[in-house]
T-cell receptor, first 115, second 117 residues
Framework: RKEVEQDPGPFNVPEGATVAFNCTYS??????FFWYRQDCRKEPKLLMS???SGNEDGRFTAQLNRASQYISLLIRDSKLSDSATYLC????????????????FGKGTKLSVIP | NAGVMQNPRHLVRRRGQEARLRCSPM?????VYWYRQLPEEGLKFMVY????????ESGMPKERFSAEFPKEGPSILRIQQVVRGDSAAYFC???????????????FGPGTRLTVL
């Protein structure tokens, strides 16, 4: 079972559409959760952290369900500039007793917003 | 305020040669992480370093790969006797002193794309 699993994509949506990304993680000891975006051949950039209470940043809304080990990202009124790969990222100990945490990345879901 | 810097951005090596990748963290950051992204794959953690210390190298291949973060100068990821399977994008990230805590944020450099011929 993959540690962080995302929708395989790609998602091709028209401008203005609402699109949802889903993610599940396997490590119940995970402590913090993020969505990053990665443009083609560029570095990942933090989009937003994800909190249990849910959080919103403009057109972006993230949700976390710890019981189900499930994370989501909703993009409303999508823009051409939203086209990128969206990475679900989980931070936690790689193994029991680990002295530090690691970021574990999903493979990402590619989004193409079409004019 | 410069971000995380990596060089070179592109590196071509022939099989059996050595590759040295450099990373300068953001100003004020003392924690460095290296990740590898194979084509069509997600980023995979390799190693976490603080100045003069390797904190976690559980993601590093056992042979040919090494990393350091000296007291002065950039962090170096060294790959000896490269093979074609080492071709990938190598990203460095840095964070502030809270590197071991789950709330810390990592900022990524632009990456080095290694091609092994």
């Amino acid at each position: 079972r993959k540690e962080v699993e995302q929708d395989p994509g790609p998602f091709n949506v028209p401008e203005g559409a609402t699109v949802a990304f889903n993610c599940t993680y396997s490590n119940s000891a995970s402590q913090s959760f993020f969505w990053y975006r990665q443009d083609c051949r560029k570095e990942p950039k933090l989009l937003m952290s994800v909190y249990s209470s849910g959080n919103e940043d403009g057109r972006f809304t993230a949700q976390l369900n710890r019981a189900s080990q499930y994370i989501s990202l909703l993009i409303r009124d999508s823009k051409l500039s939203d086209s990128a790969t969206y990475l679900c990222v989980v931070n936690g100990p790689a193994y029991s007793g680990a002295g530090s945490y690691q970021l574990t990345f999903g493979k990402g879901t590619k989004l193409s917003v079409i004019p | 305020n410069a971000g995380v810097m990596q060089n070179p951005r592109h590196l071509v090596r022939r099989r059996g040669q050595e590759a040295r990748l450099r990373c300068s963290p953001m100003k004020g950051h003392s924690h460095v992480y290296w990740y590898r992204q194979l084509p069509e794959e997600g980023l995979k953690f390799m190693v976490y370093l603080q100045k003069e210390n390797i904190i976690d190298e559980s993601g590093m291949p056992k042979e040919r790969f090494s990393a350091e973060f000296p007291k002065e100068g950039p962090s170096i990821l060294r790959i000896q006797q490269v093979v074609r399977g080492d071709s990938a994008a190598y990203f460095c990230a840095s964070s502030q002193q809270l590197g071991h805590l789950f709330t810390d944020t990592q900022y990524f450099g632009p990456g080095t794309r290694l091609t092994v011929l």
